[in-house]
């Protein structure tokens, strides 16, 4: 009697022990939501209930949030790439400009976080913006006029339905045997949007999802880029029609003459910002749209996190919230992205783990994080090595409050390669654009700049400029950027550090 009960204690004892190891080696499911410029702050989780995001900030009281997370480039092409790849954009030079024009090789891209993870078993999906070229070789120009999806994605993805910039253009879906899939993305569906679509896609990946294999799926909304009505679903718009959103303190009124020559006489943002939000009332109009879009996101996110309970998934995914770039919203008499101010470079991002999730584990995080940290970051996850070729930082020891933070970085590398006179010479040929971009540096047209971010301070530094024009502000003093203080004496030991600093990072940026 004794053995028999000793032995059902006994092996009982090592089937839960066998449980527990079993539960271990489970590979969590991971899901990369990703918003096209959407600004950190447009969210309520960030300070801003205005925007009225009420599942993203559900999400968000159970997770990690970061409150210094960063773009290591602020535009969507090359930040996608750096995300996917882990890798700088003066590494992988894929971007819109000469001479970082480049598409992602079939080679390189076999070393992204989706390829990885479909070697190691993973079912893998996309759905929404590539934006980016993926080809046999590394070639000239980034943009061509067709971006054969199928031909290299294929392989990496099991669950794939994406364009270059909108749903209604080139869209490539599969599997084609899939109805449901067909049937989400029909030309002249009525009540329907980009967002809305990306959703039922998006829920239709989790649907098919075979129970005994983990799965990531990539989500690139389209949303909240352009601000046309055929881009918002109206009926969200109508929350939003009436309001009146706080204006920041930097926003300016009409045109800023503050801002660096340089760039008031070259970049976009600086001449879009009259024409878009340099009144009260462009500027209103503006924010009520990326709001509406912003809204019909969160909504997409709410039924996301609804259908991963209702098929059990929830408990085991872990779920990751960014932006490809940050947007100007008229801060510093700018529309557009790309310079290295905050509200171009600082991105939103959440970390939620279902195998943790609790509000007792919900935390702010001060860490220096970059959005080259992504793809090592998720492969972490996974248990998989992370490539040599991945210059980011895995943040899961930041995530789970094992990493030793004297340890951790004390900047974070950032540039803006982009120069809109150089894009306008796109469809020429090469020889001529290399050229032009050549005449524009010698002209002192250029404003690419690189710089660091630390937890204190901002230097950046337009260095194809003659002399370079530099930028440093005390982000505790000044979080608004109003003061640079390059040529404040009292600072002059900052400024060299951080010249410093940032070449160091840029040079072994180049040399990895």
Known sequence: MFFTVFSILFFASCSKSKEKVASKNIKPNIIFLMTDDQRWDNMGCYGKPEFN??????????????????QAVAICMPSRVTMMTGRYNSNHRVGFVAPDNFTLSQDDFSRSYPSILKNEGYRTGFIGKVGFTVSKKAQRPST??????????????????????????????????????????KPGRQNSTRTLRTGEAMLRFVDTQPKDQPFCLSISFYAVKHDNNSHMYMPHHDLFKNNTFSVPENWVEGANEELPKVVKENARGYYLHKQ?????????????????????????????????????????????????????????????????????????????????????????ENALISSVDMAPTILSFAGIKVPKSMQGKDISKVLNQTQNMDNWRDAVFMED?????????????????????????????SYRSHGVRTDRYKYFVYYEHNPKIEELYDLENDPYEQKNLVNDIEYINVLKKLRNRTEELYQDILLK
Do not use: M
Request: net charge neutral.
């Open 144 to 185: 061509p006029k067709e971006h054969f999806y199928k031909e290299n994605l294929f392989n990496t993805f099991d669950f794939f339905a994406g364009s270059e910039t909108t749903d209604t253009k080139g869209l490539v879906t599969w599997p084609e045997s899939d109805p449901e899939l067909q049937r989400i993305f």
């Open 417 to 445: 390669l982009f120069l809109v006179d150089i894009f306008k010479q796109r469809g020429k040929p090469e020889e001529v654009v290399l050229e032009a971009n050549k005449e524009l540096i010698a002209k002192n047209k």
């Open 276 to 364: 878009r939000s340099s009144t009260s009332a462009k500027h209103q109009k503006l924010v009520r749209r990326f709001a509406t879009q912003g809204y019909t996101v969160d909504e997409q996110v709410g039924f996301l996190v609804e259908k991963l309970k209702e098929k059990d998934l929830l408990k085991n995914t872990i779920i990751i919230y960014t932006s490809d770039n940050g947007r100007f919203q008229g801060s510093h008499g700018l529309f557009d992205k790309c310079l290295l101010y905050e509200e171009s470079v600082k991105a939103p991002l959440i970390v939620y783990d279902g195998r943790v999730a609790s509000k007792e584990n919900a935390r702010r």
């Open 53 to 70: 995001t009420p599942n993203i900030d559900k999400l968000a009281s159970e997770s990690v949030v970061f409150d210094k997370a960063f």
